[in-house]
């Protein structure tokens, strides 16, 4: 089957079902150490291999597991997931099948963010179609005793339930709040059952992996990221949109793909890490610039600072407000960037300002929390020419006595 | 095995994975079920699974916290226990991290130290208020924490004016958000420790606040006043309602006869006050600093504990009759006690159709009132008018009661205002009064004697054994089968308990109960009520006769109003302090009581649930449920 879009990996050509009738001829042990070698990471972000996750979930005794699908893409400058969604959902539901096929879950759920309801009917009726054709549902493509179903469960908009365990606990009905870990998913997931989740970008690499073979997916990308990433190009470019890159792809060729020229700083890492030019020779892949899906461009008209104060702001928001570094240190950070913005932030004060921001990176109790400083300190870092510190010394609230 | 433990596992509707850890047979089963660690150096050999703050105090490094507390699950939300753990890239927090690998802890690296002395400045940054004007001065722990890690001036700056309205339209508790670090213990004790769900958190990010449903006052919500909340409170962000200044008032009118009761349990926590190890029983120095302070007379609670047995026992035998012989529908069993009011509110608004299984009686602190302004004021020829009536209570729920519009049958407020452990304390320090070394006085006459029954009222499991020892010796005209009048399987922390007490060789006025199986439990916390009252609707308390329920964890001496911070070793510590006093009191069984047995025959001539007690002493519920927003009854106070 031809693809309507141009990829290596994930918009190469497959057929209908070709993942999931492999995997039953395979067994459930072949596709598993298929996917292990295959070297697949999560495309979350924290590239978790799949492979070790899955094995766990498959290992653990319990009477229920689950698979989850997380589509709660809300990373700033993300919008690759809805592409999958739209575009190529029967394979991203193939993905979580082989997933269940492998793990032994009979019920799967995709955690849609509540911004993407308007996919509803089309994903429902993927489903509908799906459960028709014999790939859900009891006894599937007629293999004795695979029973599998997904139920769509739609978010709230809040950011934070991307984060696994607060996508869990948003799945259970509680508030999305990230939970402790240990333990992990892997064992105590959904309603405390062994869990399955993976990114939707993740899942849809299953059924090629599965399908042509892992030694053909190592083909591509880099030693220790294997495969291809879709990358959100937004910003100032001339052909914003979203590519299938291979991993090991520079900045610099990246932004002659999308057409930009001019450009004085990229956003690509987690959470907004921002780079400038001479950064640009950097390697798309985890062992070098890790990013989760957005590549946002910034034209030499563009104002850092405004543009860190853009992306605190966010996360001031979308902090669940559980744990201290996040809750009140991106505020701290934030009032912070506009002393600096206005020139009035001294020397001394940015360094406690970085210490902050290495307690909150090191401190935070989840992965969105550590993270939510990397727009501040990279910015600050990378573009000490758009602000100025100030002379005066900053003056403390010293307590009498 | 620790008690607490077992009572918030039993009770957690937290998420599974943010509960008290358990861990499967695999994981406990490797390396012998124990592992060695090294923490700052030193090994220390735990079983598998314990966290490393549990480890380190095995080697006595002290790890701060704050979210974290002994009756709570698992937060780890407020970070200031994070420790460094070698082959993890970010610092984890040692009170939820559980040890399955020999891992090498720093609890005090640089990395470390920077980032708690962070946090803390985090946490002060807006937390707004004084700390001389705060109830907890000197008692919080954030101010132990600033203090502990040099904390020398507000580094992100701090919050110049208070961002929320106080909360004060409870009758017993005060919130003031402008305090709140956001632990969430509130959070925690109300939905899992207590099953009420009052407070939980609201909004998200930096907008994160504790409220209640829909953010309305606390008077408009269901919330029952058990104020054990307020003993979890790490800052001063939650409070009693404090009516020391209206007392005040009344000690220094001098047309004003102030009268004290004091309940058994602040006078076994009062010491913690005053720096005296918990489980030290005050009593009777208690009386010589109530009477240095002004009052003019104190009195003792346990004498209308006496009455309330009497009054309650003879109405479970009269129930125990209407079923038993007479076979009437409409007459309940079992029985539940009456005595605590955050239970009462609890009933009311869990489960209103099941108010007819509930004893009238009232209160001892409501019934004590009562005889105060009738019995007392008439024999004592003192103008009820005049009198000013307070009683020292363990309990914030009690300063609602004293507010219920019923409570006046003597056409008088039964009780002026209910002060709790830690209001009275103030008042006594604030006279400069040192009571862990004043003589010893009695309680004033007559209302002073009360009975070793009535005393452990105060412990969990208390009323149903002051009960027993009075309800079986008039059945069957001997003493329980108990060594030392100890009804030992009543007694305990466990959160439900119950026992099995055979009546045989009923006197000829009781030959009805002849062989009669009575069959008695007690549970303690809401948590527990709730499992009761689940048990109760699905029809398997059939056969029990008589329920005791306390609404807070070890019953009074854990309440609302006890001396801060509460823990399970603490509140046992109050149980053997109150146990003990109770063994060497002249009187143990509440129809022994002189005064008891002298009211009913000066006073209450027609006995127990005659028709003066019924007026007095006994009292009607209220179908409250669980509407929220504008009360139907307007009338009726909302708190």
């Not at chain 1, 059924?207 to 100032?236: N, R, Y």
């Not at chain 2, 009386?287 to 003792?300: L, P, S």
């Not at chain 2, 069957?476 to 308990?497: A, S």
Request: hydrophobic share 35%.
């Amino acid at each position: 089957m031809q693809s309507k879009r141009e990829g290596a990996v994930i918009f190469s050509g497959i057929e209908k079902y070709a993942g999931i009738k492999q995997a039953l001829e395979m067994g459930r042990k072949e596709v598993l150490s298929e996917v292990r070698d295959s070297g697949l990471r999560g495309r979350g972000g924290a590239g978790f291999p799949a492979g070790v996750k899955w094995n766990l979930v498959a290992a653990a005794q319990s009477e229920k597991k689950f698979v989850v699908c997380n589509a709660d893409e809300g990373e700033p400058g993300t919008f690759k997931d809805r592409i999958i969604l739209t575009e190529y959902p029967g394979l991203m539901f193939e993905g979580m099948i082989i997933a269940a096929f492998v793990s032994g879950a009979e019920k799967g759920f995709l955690y849609l963010r509540g911004e993407y309801k308007s996919f509803l009917p089309l994903l429902n009726r993927v489903l509908g179609q799906m459960r028709k054709d014999g790939v859900l549902g009891k006894n599937i493509l007629g293999k004795k005793g695979f029973n599998f179903d997904i139920e769509i469960r739609l978010g709230s908009g809040a950011y934070v339930c991307g984060e696994e365990t607060g996508l869990i606990e948003s799945l259970e009905g509680n508030r999305g709040e990230p939970r402790n870990r240990p333990p992990f998913p892997v064992n105590t997931g959904y309603n405390g059952f062994p869990t399955v989740l993976n990114n939707v970008e993740t899942f849809i690499n299953i059924p090629h992996i599965v399908k042509k073979g892992a030694e053909w997916f190592k083909s591509f990308g880099t030693e220790k990221s294997a495969g291809t990433k879709l990358l959100s190009v937004s910003g100032d470019c001339k052909n914003p949109g979203v590519y299938e890159v291979e991993y090991g792809i520079t900045i610099k060729e990246l932004l002659k793909i999308a057409g930009a020229t001019e450009v004085k700083a990229v956003s690509a890492g987690a959470s907004g890490e921002c780079i400038s030019v001479s950064q640009f020779n950097r390697k798309i892949c985890f062992e070098d610039f890790s990013t989760g899906g957005s590549l946002i461009v910034f034209g030499k008209n563009r104002t850092m600072i405004d543009v860190a104060e853009n992306f605190l702001k966010f996360f001031k928001d979308e902090s669940c407000g559980q744990c201290t570094p996040c809750r009140e240190g991106i505020p701290v950070l934030l009032e912070g960037l506009i002393l600096i913005k206005k020139g009035e932030c001294p020397k001394d004060y940015l360094d406690d300002l970085f210490s902050l921001s290495e307690t909150m990176q090191l401190a935070s109790k989840c992965g969105l929390g550590q993270s939510s400083p990397n727009p501040f300190v990279s910015i600050i870092n990378n573009f000490k020419s758009e602000y100025k510190l100030s002379k005066i010394a900053k003056k403390e609230k010293v307590f009498n006595g | 095995m620790d008690n607490s433990k077992e009572f918030g596992r039993d009770t957690s509707r937290a998420p599974i994975s943010q509960r008290k850890q358990e861990f499967t047979e695999v994981e406990k089963g490797s390396i012998g079920g124990t592992i060695t660690v090294t923490i700052d150096d030193m090994e220390v050999n735990v079983p598998m699974g314990t966290t490393i703050l549990e480890a380190a105090k095995k080697v006595n490094v002290k790890i701060p916290t704050l979210c974290q507390h002994d009756d709570l699950c698992l937060a780890g939300v407020c970070r200031v226990c994070v420790v460094e753990v070698d082959k993890e890239r970010t610092l984890q927090a040692s009170c939820s991290y559980p040890i399955f690998n020999p891992i090498k802890v720093k609890t005090y690296s640089p990395q470390v130290r920077r980032a708690r002395r962070n946090i803390i400045q985090l946490l002060l940054k807006n937390h707004y208020g004084d700390c001389y004007s705060c109830a907890r001065n000197n008692n919080c722990e954030l101010q132990a924490l600033a203090k502990e890690y040099g904390v020398t001036s507000y580094k992100f700056g701090h919050i110049d004016k208070p961002r929320y309205e106080k909360d004060e339209s409870s009758y017993a508790v005060v919130r003031d958000m402008n305090k709140c670090v956001l632990c969430r213990r509130c959070v925690r004790t109300c939905i899992d420790l207590q099953e009420v769900g009052v407070l939980e958190a609201l909004d998200r990010g930096s907008k994160t606040k504790i409220g209640t449903y829909l953010d309305m006052p606390l008077n408009d919500v269901i919330c029952i006043n058990c104020g054990q909340c307020i003993n979890r409170c790490p800052t001063g962000a939650l409070k009693a309602k404090d009516p020391a200044e209206e007392v005040w008032k009344a000690i220094e009118d001098p047309n004003k006869h102030v009268i004290i009761q004091t309940a058994p349990s602040p006078r076994a926590a009062m010491g913690e006050e005053f720096g005296l190890k918990p489980g030290t029983s005050v009593t009777k120095k208690l009386n010589t600093a109530i009477k240095r302070v002004g009052f003019d007379k104190v009195f003792d609670t346990n004498f209308t504990a006496d009455l309330t047995i009497m009054e309650e026992g003879t109405e479970l035998l009269m129930r125990l009759k209407s079923v038993l012989v007479d076979k009437d529908e409409s007459v309940k069993l079992p029985l539940f006690t009456s005595c605590s009011p955050g239970w009462v509110k609890f009933i009311e608004h869990f489960y209103p159709d099941r108010l007819n299984h509930l004893s009238t009686a009232k209160s001892p602190q409501q019934m004590f009132g009562a005889i105060v302004k009738t019995w007392y004021a008439k024999k004592n020829n003192v103008d009820p008018k005049k009198i000013v009536s307070v009683s020292l209570m363990p309990c914030s729920a009690k300063k609602f009661e004293c507010e219920r519009p019923e409570m006046n049958a003597s056409g008088f407020k039964d009780v002026d205002y209910a002060l709790t452990t830690r209001e009275l304390a103030g008042m006594i320090k604030e006279c400069g009064i040192d009571l862990p070394n004043l003589p010893e006085s009695n309680f004033d006459d007559p209302l002073g004697i009360g009975s070793g029954a009535g005393l452990v009222f105060a412990a969990t499991g208390g009323v149903m054994e002051a009960a027993i020892r009075t309800v079986y010796e008039i059945v069957t005209g001997k003493e329980v089968p108990f060594d030392g009048l100890r009804v030992t399987p009543v007694r305990g922390m466990d959160g439900i308990r119950k026992a099995d007490l055979p009546i045989n060789s009923a006197l000829s006025q009781w030959k009805f109960l002849e062989g009669v199986v009575l069959k008695v439990m007690v549970g303690h916390g809401t948590a527990n009520a709730k499992k009761i009252m689940d048990m109760l609707c699905e029809g398997k308390l059939n056969d029990y006769h008589f329920i005791e329920i306390m609404a807070c964890p070890g019953g009074c001496l854990g309440g609302g109003g006890q001396p801060i911070p509460t823990t399970p070793k603490i509140r046992e510590a109050r149980a053997m302090a109150v146990y003990a006093e109770d063994e060497g009191l002249p009187y143990r069984k509440s129809h022994e009581n002189p005064i008891v047995k002298q009211i009913y025959k000066e006073f209450l001539t027609e006995g127990p649930c005659g028709h003066l007690s019924h007026k007095l002493l006994h009292t009607a519920y209220l179908k409250r449920g669980k509407w929220i927003g504008k009360p139907r009854n307007k009338k009726y106070p909302k708190g």
